[in-house]
T-cell receptor
Framework: KNQVEQSPQSLIILEGKNCTLQ??????????LRWYKQDTGRGPVSLTI?????NTKSNGRYTATLDADTKQSSLHITASQLSDSASYIC?????????????FGRGTQLTVWP | EADIYQTPRYLVIGTGKKITLECSQT?????MYWYQQDPGMELHLIHY???????EKGDLSSESTVSRIRTEHFPLTLESARPSHTSQYLC??????????????FGPGTRLTVT
């Protein structure tokens, strides 16, 4: 069964600190992995997209890594800001269908305190 | 920010009413999607469309229906709302070509409450 598991479920950190969010998946055949940021009451916004051959990709203070062998990904946030408070969702796409079906994790709820 | 819009943003309605959630995008994308998301849970695909006059049901069974008469417009309709339909509904689009999954752009969502 294609699944995406994220940990931790929630995380509280102080402003300025770094943190790392984890994502494990069983989706096969793998096409790409995305990290989205979803603010409360809003739609998800893409942070990074990585294909099979990419090990790391950065977007400002966000750095995603991918290990396709172990089917694990992480999202590292550097020097956190209050505006980083949101849900971070790991999404994996398969290449077994024309649609390229997306499998969503439940997200990690990050809270940044001043 | 992506040019995909949803209205209304919030809706509180009584049981048995017919409702239509609007979604429109100005990016010329051929693929559009509707997702349902409950608090703390993952997004579930309920409908999708490859293009005009193309609609398919997603992974999660839904009593809603959709139509795609114009490329930019993908409304979702509930003929008779029930409390079990209370949820957040997210519209997304991607494109322009078929094949491998491309970037999906999400709208702001509609928070529906059925009393």
């Amino acid at each position: 069964k294609n699944q995406v598991e994220q940990s931790p479920q929630s995380l509280i950190i102080l402003e300025g600190k770094n943190c790392t969010l984890q994502c494990n998946y069983t989706v096969s055949p793998f096409s790409n992995l995305r990290w989205y940021k979803q603010d409360t009451g809003r739609g998800p916004v893409s942070l990074t997209i990585m294909t099979f051959s990419e090990n790391t990709k950065s977007n400002g203070r966000y750095t995603a890594t991918l290990d396709a062998d172990t089917k694990q990904s992480s999202l590292h946030i550097t020097a956190s800001q209050l505006s980083d408070s949101a849900s971070y969702i790991c999404v994996v796409s398969d290449r077994g269908s024309t649609l390229g079906r997306l499998y969503f994790g439940r997200g990690t709820q990050l809270t940044v305190w001043p | 920010e992506a040019d995909i819009y949803q209205t209304p943003r919030y809706l509180v309605i009584g049981t048995g009413k017919k409702i239509t959630l609007e979604c429109s995008q100005t990016m010329g994308h051929d693929k559009m999607y509707w997702y349902q998301q409950d608090p703390g849970m993952e997004l579930h695909l309920i409908h999708y469309s490859y293009g005009v006059n193309s609609t398919e049901k997603g992974d999660l069974s839904s009593e809603s229906t959709v139509s795609r008469i114009r490329t930019e417009h993908f409304p979702l309709t509930l003929e008779s709302a029930r409390p079990s339909h209370t949820s957040q509904y997210l519209c997304a689009s991607s494109g322009p070509s078929r094949g491998r999954s491309l970037e999906q752009y999400f709208g702001p969502g509609t928070r529906l409450t059925v009393t």
